[in-house]
């Protein structure tokens, strides 16, 4: 089964920025769309971006468009969420998945990761 591994969170002030790395060790993530989705404390977990399986086609969420922007290299097996401009209210538990479709809904990815904490404060 896929198992997919999230780093490159931490603690910023706001203003910052981080980058996070989604990788698969021992799995390909070539014919997968990966999305990267984030869960804040006592709130749903929402969809931030997606990225297809060639990287063709982008989506993003409003709050974070501008801001964020996703890549990926599928030689390394990698893709990545670059956040700048961070905010407080990005603070968040964030995590990586992959699935079939570019879509931001958390029910159309089947393989998640174990997540890296966010934190946005001064």
């Known amino acids: 089964q896929l198992q997919l591994v999230e780093s490159g969170g931490g603690m910023v002030q706001p203003g910052g920025s981080l980058r996070l790395s989604c990788a698969a060790p021992g799995f390909t993530l070539d014919y997968y769309a990966i999305g990267w989705f984030r869960q804040a404390p006592g709130k749903e977990r929402e969809g931030v971006s997606c990225?297809?399986?060639?990287?063709?086609?982008?989506n993003y969420a409003g709050s974070v468009k501008g801001r964020f922007t996703i890549s990926r290299d599928n030689a390394k097996n990698t893709v990545y969420l670059q956040m700048n401009s961070l905010k407080p209210e990005d603070t968040a538990v964030y995590y990586c998945a992959a699935g079939p479709f570019t879509t931001l809904r958390r029910g159309d990815f089947g393989s998640w990761g174990q997540g890296t904490q966010v934190t946005v404060s001064s």
């Open positions: 990225i297809s399986s060639r990287g063709g086609s982008i």
